[in-house]
């Protein structure tokens, strides 16, 4: 696996992401106002840069972090005797719960909310939106994660499964798809589900500090940030923030400079 592992991480990209915006065409949990073409190549393109920018500047990536973890003895995990399968499933909650916390500091360091602001400032909630980050903010998640991998000695499977999951979830969690109300409530149990997570994605910021998590929805009622449903409901709610709500904002040349912006 490891040895295809750009193609994997491709593979599942693309396969994940046709199929959720085939969904949204079919079953839309709300309409849109802005039309795909206003928003998609704007969000996809930062996709594109932040992808040549990790492999420009991190070749081998978290994955290569694992692997010199590994021949080194390097980290918390390659100094314990369990089993295998136990130290993949610790890896990857201990990596959630990583993200999670991450997520919060990004919305609570004002310097760090500038560049997450980017994410949250689409004014539609849709698979692309999960895909939409600052350059900035994604070289410094990598840096974080860097570092993690090698304190912790996560074994490089476990970031190549931790990473392609991460990424499907992003992506179906940001879905603008419609789920049955009992299967919703099922799924966010253990899932983070996108009625779940469009909560994050209000205006209003009581609930813009809710619900951080990508993958596993146990982090927030652990620690006190979920939240059911926004105030406004689903349909009534409104996404993004105060600042930057015009069509101009959305382009991709204003994303790139937005956080140096004091507006």
């Given at each position: 696996?490891?040895?295809h592992e750009?193609w994997i991480?491709?593979?599942?990209?693309?396969?994940?992401?046709?199929?959720?915006?085939?969904w949204?065409?079919?079953a839309?949990?709300?309409?849109q106002q802005?039309?795909?073409?206003g928003r998609?190549p704007?969000?996809?393109?930062l996709?594109?840069i932040?992808?040549l920018?990790?492999?420009?500047?991190?070749p081998l990536?978290?994955?290569?972090?694992?692997?010199l973890?590994?021949?080194h003895?390097?980290g918390l995990?390659?100094?314990?005797?369990i089993?295998?399968?136990?130290t993949?499933?610790?890896?990857?909650?201990v990596?959630?719960?990583?993200i999670y916390?991450?997520?919060?500091?990004?919305h609570a360091?004002p310097?760090?909310?500038?560049?997450h602001?980017?994410?949250?400032?689409?004014l539609?909630?849709?698979?692309t939106?999960g895909l939409?980050?600052?350059?900035?903010?994604i070289v410094?998640s990598?840096?974080?994660?860097?570092a993690a991998v090698s304190?912790?000695?996560?074994?490089?499977?476990a970031?190549?499964?931790f990473?392609?999951l991460?990424?499907?979830s992003s992506?179906?969690?940001?879905g603008?798809v419609?789920l049955p109300?009992?299967?919703?409530?099922v799924?966010?149990?253990?899932?983070v589900?996108p009625?779940?997570?469009r909560v994050?994605?209000?205006?209003?910021?009581?609930e813009?500090?809710?619900?951080?998590?990508?993958n596993l929805p146990w982090w927030?009622?652990l620690?006190?940030?979920y939240?059911?449903?926004p105030?406004a409901?689903?349909l009534?709610?409104t996404i993004?923030?105060?600042?930057f709500r015009t069509?101009?904002?959305?382009?991709?040349?204003?994303l790139?400079?937005?956080?140096f912006?004091?507006k």
């Amino acid at each position: 696996m490891l040895e295809h592992e750009p193609w994997i991480r491709l593979g599942c990209f693309a396969c994940v992401l046709l199929v959720m915006m085939l969904w949204e065409c079919w079953a839309p949990r709300r309409p849109q106002q802005i039309g795909r073409l206003g928003r998609w190549p704007h969000n996809l393109l930062l996709v594109v840069i932040n992808t040549l920018l990790l492999r420009l500047f991190f070749p081998l990536a978290a994955v290569g972090a694992a692997i010199l973890a590994s021949e080194h003895g390097w980290g918390l995990f390659n100094l314990l005797s369990i089993p295998f399968w136990l130290t993949l499933v610790l890896s990857l909650l201990v990596l959630d719960l990583l993200i999670y916390l991450q997520h919060r500091l990004f919305h609570a360091q004002p310097w760090l909310w500038r560049l997450h602001r980017v994410h949250h400032a689409d004014l539609e909630f849709d698979v692309t939106t999960g895909l939409r980050f600052h350059p900035f903010e994604i070289v410094l998640s990598m840096m974080i994660k860097l570092a993690a991998v090698s304190l912790l000695g996560v074994p490089a499977l476990a970031v190549l499964v931790f990473e392609v999951l991460l990424n499907a979830s992003s992506m179906f969690n940001h879905g603008n798809v419609k789920l049955p109300k009992r299967l919703d409530a099922v799924l966010r149990l253990i899932l983070v589900t996108p009625d779940m997570h469009r909560v994050h994605h209000s205006v209003i910021p009581h609930e813009t500090d809710s619900n951080f998590g990508f993958n596993l929805p146990w982090w927030d009622r652990l620690f006190g940030t979920y939240q059911s449903q926004p105030k406004a409901g689903q349909l009534g709610m409104t996404i993004g923030l105060t600042q930057f709500r015009t069509p101009a904002e959305q382009r991709l040349l204003q994303l790139l400079l937005q956080p140096f912006r004091r507006k």
